[in-house]
Each structure stands twice: as structure tokens, then as C-alpha cells.
């Protein structure tokens, strides 16, 4: 049996839901291994959150945004790129691989670029293989 990674997606609210509700709508195909977590703004997911997503299973774990300069919060976006930029220096220590974690950015129009996102995530957790878990 070939490994299928399991990756949580914290999404905001105002762009990156409504660009992978269009996606969906729009009958677009991609991996079908997302567990979507819908939140107000990316500045809004604690990197707790994403340790969190990991320790309960998830083989990989993006945050999708607005783009930045269009976060309906002002700065919630530019947030999201300090925490992650600290999460990755805290992950390398923990010994989990960078690559397991994403932040990227999808508008509400952009649901192919959603669908892109998520199969370039897929393919890199598959390549990497499932997370090691201890128990």
C-alpha cells in the first residue's frame, strides 16, 4: 500500500476559503488528502496550533493567506510570516523537516493556484514519508 499523507490547511476566512471554495466549484482537480481548517486570518494560526496538527496526525501542514498588502486585518498576513519564520528555526530543533510546513497565499479568484498549492504540498510530504510520531 503507497503512503498518502494526510496535510492540515489552515485557511483564511476572506481568501484562501473562497479560493478553495472556487476551486471546488469550479470542479478543479487535486490530491483529496487536505483537511481544511477554516480561521478569520492566517495571523490569527499560533504555531502551537501547527505542532499541534502534527502531533494529531497530520503529515504536513500549510497556511494559506491573502496575499499580502490585501489582508482584511491590516497586517494578519505579515504576522503569519514572522511566526512561521520562528516555527521553522523551532521545528529544525524539534527534528521535523522545514518542508513538512508551508505559508503561501491565495486570493478568493485563485482557485487554480489553490489546486497548485496543494498538489505541490502533496507531492513533497509523499516524497518525504510519513512523519515519525512518538509515542
Known sequence: MSFEP??????????????ADL???SRMKYAPNVRPIRVKCSGRVEPTFIVQALQA???????????????????GNYKAMRRMALLTRMLE????????VS???????????????????????????PLAKES
Not at 503529515?59 to 497586517?75: A, E, M, Q, R, S
Not at 486570493?107 to 509523499?126: K, Y
Open 6 to 19: 494526510v496535510i492540515a490547511v489552515f485557511m483564511c476566512n476572506w481568501c484562501s476559503y473562497r479560493g
Open 23 to 25: 476551486a471546488g466549484t
Open 57 to 75: 496526525g497530520a503529515d504536513g501542514v500549510l497556511v494559506l493567506g491573502c496575499h499580502p498588502g490585501d489582508c482584511h486585518y491590516t497586517d
Open 93 to 100: 530543533q524539534l527534528g521535523i523537516e522545514k518542508e513538512r
Open 103 to 129: 505559508l503561501d497565499w491565495v486570493s478568493a479568484s485563485e482557485g487554480s493556484r489553490f489546486v497548485s498549492i496543494v498538489n505541490d504540498m502533496t507531492a513533497r510530504i509523499r516524497k518525504l514519508g
